[in-house]
């Protein structure tokens, strides 16, 4: 992942999207300065919370940050639980670890951030054990974890993805409810571009460990400028919309080790030509608040006489 | 279905708790084979415990070292008695106490040993890990006996503490190698990086989190562990290097009888029976433990 760079502001939702494999969750490790070696952040990187930078911060300090100011929710809620202990315990484990209250009060509250969470039964279901719950039950542990602190930034690693589609509205709702009455902000990450439309206030879209368009969401659903955003919109299913088979970029994402000199979208995009290949694009300004890392920002007219089409539908050939 | 609130709700309210532990008891008590184990160990370790109250005789008392010596199995002496006429029945409840206590705290010496050098070694990683493992690797290579051996015969007329010790300090290394490798499966749960995303620091991750699923396999290899250390142990007191005289336990009763074994029949048989009984009912025990948490 190279200069990935962006803010977050107070009360804000931001989504980070992209396919798998392009550095989504590695950023949100990032920030909370989790990941694990071989990955490391670079030196000269900031990451500023609250007018620190988390980068130089100590190890105590950077632990008084996690799950109290900044927390996050993880994507699979069978495996984000410890199957040994109540999920009550669990809850209550970070207001004990944060705010030093006694394991009476730190239960209460516990109890009290599940019922916020919509949890029927609280006091009763705090007494049970992960393997007791069904995944949208879990995921609401996990979001009363962390939410237990009232933290200022929330990051939500696809926290819906493990759940079936009726439960994946009812998190995020229950989401956007709590951000509004906590203030806080949230970090969405997300590979589903519909949880981005229903939530976030403004898109970074990722592609190979770098950012590679960002835009207020509006504007972003408007006019895609990058074709990675707008092979990713088409790749969307439209209800009304007959269609056998989903439209897919063609391609997949190259590995780390493998990213193409130049553009690294350009080997899966319809419009590459001579500069992509020769030179790595900067983020362009396209926009009200809107910015591209594609060369088509100053030669727009390419973008009239694509080589392949955009999206194709697997195994039947070009659409 | 109507009137249905989210995600089926109201129908697991109502179950009771329950631990993973009690889980897998329930399971192991579902087996009759394990219920008899329970049992028959229960007896004597009760046996065991009570030996003071139950034994007919004092069992070092030395009666009549002519006329009551060598007796076959009788009304007054069921298990018969042995060269120096003490009661053999008296020395086997206490053998039961000696043996058993002996199984169970070397056990203890060695999980304390073997859980700490794995946990560390797996959660350290890196060099650290590496330097441990070939170490260990290094202790494996020994045969337990034949260090055991080694220490005993350089140390004659060994407290019964220290042999408990020796037994504990030979015993830990296969267990710290399970514990290695569960703490490096567990070091990158998710639950884990969770516990760590909320500000959990390394010994609350270490000791919350990692430990308590290993309890598990720690369980299952002190069952088998205490089988172990009670054959060990009475191999060694067979050999005249483990428990010293004139206390009794299981294979030194068995000595005691060595060299006349075929006329002194009675000498080997009970208490070689009673230990067979112990160790086949731990094996029943740990394997029906194994069976009950590697499941899942």
Redesign the interface.
Known sequence: MDGVSFDVGAGETVGIVGESGCGKSVTALSILRLIQPPGRIEPGSRIEFEGKDLVTLGDEEIRHIRGNRISMIFQEPMSALNPVFTIGDQVAEVARIHAGLSRRQAWDRAVETLALTGMPAPEDRAKQYPHQLSGGMRQRVLIAMALIMKPALVIADEPTTALDVTIQAQILDLLVHLQKEFGTSILMITHDLGVIAETTSRVIVMYAGEVVEQAPVDELFARPHHPYTEGLMHSMPHIGHDQDRLNVIPGTVPAPTNWPHGCRFRERCPYSWERPEREHPPLYDVGAAHVSRCHLAVEPERRNNPHAPLVVVEGVGAA | MPGQ??????T??A?P?????AIGVRRILRKPSSRVALFVLGVIVLVGILAPLIAPYDPAAQPDIVALKDLPPSLAHPFGTDPYSRDVLSRVIYGARLSLMIGVLATIVSLTLGVAYGAISGYAGGVVDALMMRLLDAFLSIPRLLLLLGVLVAWPRLSIGALVLFLGLTGWFGLSRIVRGQVLALK????V?????????RR?ILG??VL??L?SPIVVAATLGVAHVIVLEAGLSYLGIGVPQPLASWGNIIQDGSDQIATLWWMALFPGLFMVLTVMMLNILGEALRDAYERR
């Open positions: 609130t989210q995600d089926s709700a109201a697991s309210v179950r708790r329950e631990s993973p532990l990158h749960a998710e639950f990086t969770a516990a760590r995303a909320l500000g959990a620091s609350r919350r989190h308590p699923n309890v």
